[in-house]
C-alpha cells in the first residue's frame, strides 16, 4: 500500500478538529492546528497535500492565512478548502479570489466532506504524476533538466534567505562515447542507468537531489552541505561507480568510470546561478583534463 496522502486541519475549535480527524484519518494522515499564526510555519513544516481552513478564528482570519500561505513559495501551490458557517456570496467570491479550491459548510455533512475532500486529493495525485512524468527522464528514472532547473531555484533562493552552503556536483561519463561504439547503444543505456541509480542511491535526504543534465552528464545538487561534506559523497559516487560490474547480454561484462565537478557556496542576493554551475563545470572539465575518474573542486 502506497503512502497516505497528508493533509492539514487549521481550527481552533477543538470538536471540529476530532470529528474531522475521526472521520478522514483511516484514508489520510492528519495533522491539526489549532493556532492560526502558526498556520503557515506548520504547513512549511508538514508539507501537506491539502489543508482544511476555519474562516473564522480568533486575532487571525482565515481569509489572512490563505492569503500567507500564498505569498510563500513553499506553501503557494498546496490546495485549501475552508471550512465555513458563513453563506453569503461575497464571503465566497473573497474566498474564491484569493484562491480557495472549494468549500465544507457548517454543520459538518460527512458524505460532503470525504466527497470534497476526496475529490481535491484526487486532482493532487494526478498532477504529481503528471509533474512527474513531464520532470523525469524517462530512461533513468532520475530528474531531468527540466526538473533540475526548477529544483536549482528553489534551493538558490532557500540558501540566499537561510545563508546556508549549497554544493553541486556536475557529473560526466568517462570515454562514454567510445564505450557506445565498443559496446553498442543498449550497453551504454545500461551504463546510464547504472550511474543514475548509483547517484540516487548515494544520497541519503530527502533533500538532496540528482537529475541527468543530457546525455553521459548528470547533476546533484545538496542543500544545506558545505565543501567538507560534499567531497566525501562524491569520492564515494566516484568509488562506486568504478566498482561496479554492467552485465552485457552476452554474459561478458563492463564498467565505467565518472569525472565529478564540484563546487560549494553560499550565495548573496548578488551571486548567480550561471556563475555557480559554471564553477562546477569548469570543475569538471578539470577533472577529465587531468586524467579523468576523479573529484576536483572548483577553486
Given at each position: 500500500m502506497g503512502e497516505k496522502n497528508k493533509i492539514m486541519i487549521v481550527d481552533d475549535e477543538k470538536s471540529n478538529l476530532i470529528y474531522l480527524n475521526?472521520?478522514?484519518?483511516?484514508e489520510y494522515?492528519?495533522?491539526?492546528?489549532?493556532?492560526a499564526r502558526e498556520a503557515v510555519e506548520r504547513a512549511i513544516e508538514y508539507r501537506p497535500d491539502l489543508i482544511l481552513l476555519d474562516i473564522i478564528m480568533?486575532?487571525?482570519?482565515?481569509?489572512e492565512v490563505l492569503a500567507a500561505l500564498k505569498d510563500s513559495d513553499i506553501t503557494r501551490e498546496i490546495p485549501v478548502i475552508f471550512i465555513t458557517g458563513l453563506s453569503g456570496t461575497e464571503d465566497e467570491m473573497k474566498g474564491?479570489?484569493?484562491g480557495v479550491e472549494d468549500y465544507i459548510a457548517k454543520p459538518?455533512?460527512?458524505?460532503?466532506?470525504?466527497?470534497?475532500?476526496?475529490?481535491?486529493?484526487?486532482?493532487?495525485?494526478?498532477?504529481?504524476?503528471?509533474?512527474?512524468?513531464?520532470?523525469?527522464?524517462?530512461?533513468?528514472?532520475?530528474?531531468?533538466?527540466?526538473?533540475?532547473?526548477?529544483?536549482?531555484?528553489?534551493?538558490?533562493?532557500?540558501?540566499?534567505?537561510?545563508q546556508s552552503p549549497l554544493s553541486l556536483m556536475m557529473?560526466?561519463?568517462?570515454?562514454?562515447?567510445?564505450?557506445?561504439?565498443?559496446?553498442g547503444h543498449q550497453q551504454g543505456d545500461a551504463a546510464l542507468k547504472t550511474v543514475a541509480d548509483i547517484l540516487k542511491s548515494s544520497l541519503?535526504?530527502?533533500?538532496?537531489?540528482?537529475?541527468?543534465?543530457?546525455?553521459?552528464?548528470f547533476a546533484v545538487l545538496l542543500p544545506m552541505t558545505d565543501i567538507s561534506g560534499a567531497l566525501p559523497i562524491a569520492e564515494n559516487m566516484r568509488?562506486?561507480?568504478?566498482?561496479t560490474v554492467i552485465p552485457c547480454p552476452d554474459g561478458t561484462a563492463t564498467s565505467v568510470t565518472i569525472s565529478i565537478g564540484l563546487h560549494s557556496q553560499t550565495p548573496s542576493q548578488d551571486d548567480s546561478i550561471d556563475d555557480f554551475i559554471s564553477k562546477a563545470d569548469k570543475a569538471l572539465y578539470t577533472a577529465k583534463e587531468t586524467g579523468r575518474n576523479r573529484v576536483c573542486k572548483a577553486e
Open positions: 475521526h472521520l478522514l484519518n483511516a494522515t492528519l495533522y491539526s492546528v489549532r493556532d480568533p486575532e487571525i482570519s482565515g481569509y474564491l479570489a484569493l459538518f455533512n460527512d458524505a460532503i466532506v470525504q466527497l470534497r475532500v476526496r475529490n481535491q486529493i484526487k486532482m493532487v495525485n494526478q498532477m504529481r504524476r503528471i509533474e512527474y512524468l513531464s520532470m523525469s527522464d524517462q530512461l533513468t528514472g532520475i530528474g531531468n533538466r527540466r526538473s533540475f532547473d526548477r529544483r536549482m531555484t528553489r534551493e538558490w533562493q532557500t540558501a540566499v534567505r537561510a557529473i560526466d561519463i568517462d570515454k562514454f562515447k567510445i564505450f557506445n561504439d565498443t559496446y541519503t535526504r530527502s533533500t538532496d537531489f540528482t537529475a541527468r543534465w543530457g546525455g553521459e552528464e568509488a562506486k561507480t568504478e566498482n
